[in-house]
C-alpha cells in the first residue's frame, strides 16, 4: 500500500510540473508619463495573465497595488501577452511580477521595473545603440550601472537574419538572440525599450519587404516587444512610431518594411512623418528623430543610396523652418557626432538650421564606416573585440532652452577599459515661458561677490566632485555653461558681462548626488 501511494505521489508531481506554468522571458518599453507595456512569453498556454505593478516615488512610500488587464496566451501566439498598465503616476518608479490564472508568480527573477516619464518640462538621460551581433556582453552591465531612463535602439537588436515567410523563425530570433541572454535580459527587465528594426533583425541583411518576409516579420514584433501606437494603417507591416519624454518628441520612422527602388518610405509614411514633425514645431517640442540608417551616409545602405527621398525630407525641414530637431542613427558599426554643419541635403544647402547627428554602433560588433561628414572628430569604426554606445543627456527645466550632450562611449572587451571617444553639447530655445522647478536642496544660499563692473558668484554646496554647472537668466535661456566642473564645497563662477540687475537669474549644479538649484536675486 505504502508502494502505491509512494508511486501515485510520484505521478501526481510529475504531472503537476508538466503543468506548471511560468514566465519564461520578460521586457518592457512603451512607456508614458502615466502608462507602460510589458511583453512576456510563458512556458504554457493560460487564459488570464496580467500585472501587479506596485509604485513609490523618492518622497513617497509604496503606493497601492495597480492591476493591468488580463491577456490570454495560446499556442497560436507563440504562449506570448501584451500586457499594458495605465492609471500610474507621471516620473514614479513601478516594480512588476505577474498573476498567472490567479497564481502569482512570486520568484524574485520573474520581477521587472520600469519609471515613467515627466508629462512637462523634464530633465533624463538615455542609452542609444545598436548592432547587437554578440548579445550576451558586459556592455549590457555598463549600461546599466548608468542608470538611463531607457535605452533607443535604432536597429539590429540581432542577427539572426530571419527572411523566411514562416513567423517561428522570427519569433525563436527574439528569444534566443535577445530574451535568453542573460546580461542583456537583465538590462532589459529593468531599463524600458524603444526599439525600431533595421535589416538584420527584419528580414536578413540589407533586405527590405519584398522578400515575402514582411507579414511574419511584424507578426513577432507585436507579439515580442513593446511597443510604441503604429503610425501605419491597418494592413500595412511598417512600424513607426513615436512618443514624448516631457518636452522632447521621438520620432522613429521604419526605413525596411516599405523600401523599394527609388525611396526608402513609402509616401504614407513620409506624410506620417512630416506631419509628427510639423506638430512637435506647433507644440513647442524638441525633435529626435530616429533613423536607423545614417542621414548623411554615403553608402549604398543608406539614405546616400536614396538622394531624391534624402532631399525631399531636408526641404521640407527647410520650407517648414523646423529648427529645433536632432537625429540618432544606428547601422554603420562607428561612433560619429556632427554638429549639424553637415546635415542639409536640400536644394542650394541654404537652410540656416542645424540638425546634429549622432551615429551611435556598434553595441558588439566589427568596424564599418559608411560615410558622410562628421564634425566632432571624425568616425570611430568598433576595433575587434569592442563596445560602443552613447548617452544622451537632456537638460530642460522649463525655460525657454533645453540642452543636449551627447556621449560616444567605447569599452575593451578583454580590459573592460572604458575610454570616452567624443562628445558634444548643444542648446536649442523652445518658446515656453520660465516656471522652473527649485527644490530647496542646495546645503547652503548663494554669495555674491562684486567683482569692479561685473560679478563673481560664489556658490558654496555641500558636495565634492565633478558637476554641470549652468547659469540661466528669467527667460530661461543659458548664459553660462560649463560641463564636468570641478567642485571642491564650493565653485566660482565669473559672470562678467553676463549678470545685470533687474530680473531674477537662476544657477544649476547637476551631479551625480543630485541637482542643486537656486534662484540668484539681483533685482534690488
Not at 535589416?199 to 514582411?214: L, P, R, Y
Not at 544657477?507 to 534662484?519: A, D, H, Q, Y
Amino acid at each position: 500500500m505504502k508502494q502505491f501511494s509512494a508511486g501515485l505521489g510520484i505521478i501526481l508531481l510529475l504531472i503537476t510540473n508538466v503543468h506548471a506554468n511560468e514566465i519564461l522571458y520578460f521586457w518592457s518599453g512603451g512607456i508614458t508619463a502615466t502608462s507602460g507595456k510589458v511583453n512576456a512569453v510563458l512556458k504554457c498556454p493560460a487564459e488570464k495573465v496580467r500585472l501587479i505593478v506596485i509604485g513609490s516615488t523618492s518622497d513617497q512610500l509604496y503606493q497601492e497595488t495597480i492591476y493591468s488587464s488580463y491577456a490570454t496566451a495560446t499556442v497560436a501566439n507563440g504562449n506570448t501577452v501584451a500586457l499594458e498598465i495605465s492609471g500610474l503616476q507621471p516620473n514614479t518608479v513601478y516594480k512588476y511580477s505577474f498573476e498567472i490564472d490567479g497564481t502569482a508568480d512570486k520568484k524574485e527573477d520573474h520581477q521587472g521595473s520600469f519609471q515613467t516619464f515627466s508629462e512637462g518640462a523634464f530633465s533624463f538621460k538615455f542609452v542609444a545603440g545598436s548592432c547587437n551581433f554578440f548579445p550576451n556582453n558586459r556592455v549590457y552591465d555598463i549600461m546599466r550601472n548608468q542608470d538611463p531612463l531607457f535605452l533607443l535602439m535604432p536597429g539590429d537588436l540581432h542577427y539572426a537574419n530571419p527572411s523566411s515567410s514562416d513567423v517561428d523563425p522570427h519569433r525563436t530570433a527574439y528569444e534566443e538572440k535577445v530574451l535568453q541572454q542573460p546580461r542583456e535580459a537583465k538590462f532589459l527587465q529593468s531599463i524600458p525599450i524603444a526599439y525600431v528594426w533595421d535589416d538584420h533583425d527584419f528580414c536578413g541583411d540589407n533586405n527590405d519587404g519584398s522578400t515575402g518576409c514582411g507579414l511574419a516579420a511584424y507578426t513577432a514584433y507585436k507579439e515580442y516587444v513593446p511597443y510604441y501606437p503604429f503610425g501605419a494603417p491597418e494592413g500595412s507591416n511598417a512600424i513607426y512610431q513615436s512618443f514624448k519624454v516631457g518636452r522632447v518628441r521621438f520620432i522613429m520612422t521604419d526605413l525596411r518594411s516599405e523600401r523599394k527602388m527609388g525611396d526608402i518610405m513609402s509616401v504614407q509614411q513620409k506624410n506620417w512623418f512630416k506631419n509628427e514633425v510639423l506638430q512637435a514645431k506647433n507644440n513647442n517640442e524638441l525633435i529626435c528623430w530616429v533613423s536607423s540608417v545614417s542621414f548623411s551616409g554615403s553608402g549604398g545602405d543608406n539614405w546616400g543610396a536614396y538622394p531624391e527621398a534624402r532631399k525631399e525630407l531636408a526641404n521640407f525641414f527647410r520650407d517648414s523652418n523646423i529648427v529645433n530637431m536632432f537625429i540618432i542613427s544606428g547601422d554603420a558599426h562607428m561612433l560619429a557626432i556632427d554638429n549639424g554643419t553637415h546635415s542639409d541635403f536640400s536644394d542650394n544647402k541654404n537652410n540656416s538650421n542645424y540638425y546634429p547627428i549622432l551615429q551611435s554602433a556598434a553595441l558588439n560588433n566589427v568596424g564599418s564606416d559608411k560615410g558622410g561628414e562628421y564634425s566632432e572628430g571624425g568616425t570611430f569604426p568598433n576595433p575587434p573585440f569592442s563596445s560602443q554606445w552613447s548617452t544622451v543627456e537632456v537638460s530642460d527645466y522649463g525655460g525657454a532652452e533645453i540642452c543636449v550632450k551627447f556621449t560616444c562611449y567605447r569599452m575593451d572587451l578583454f580590459t573592460k577599459k572604458i575610454k570616452v571617444m567624443t562628445s558634444y553639447q548643444f542648446c536649442r530655445t523652445l518658446l515656453a515661458d520660465y516656471t522652473p522647478v527649485l527644490p530647496d536642496n542646495l546645503s547652503k544660499p548663494l554669495r555674491v561677490i562684486p567683482d569692479g563692473d561685473g560679478y563673481k558668484l560664489g556658490l558654496s554646496l555641500d558636495y565634492v566632485g565633478k558637476g554641470n554647472v549652468r547659469l540661466l537668466d528669467d527667460k530661461g535661456k543659458v548664459l553660462y555653461n560649463q560641463p564636468d566642473a570641478m567642485i571642491n564645497n564650493s565653485f566660482m563662477l565669473d559672470a562678467t558681462n553676463l549678470v545685470a540687475r533687474g530680473i531674477m537669474y537662476y544657477i544649476i549644479i547637476e551631479t551625480e548626488k543630485g541637482n542643486f538649484i537656486s534662484n540668484l536675486d539681483l533685482r534690488n
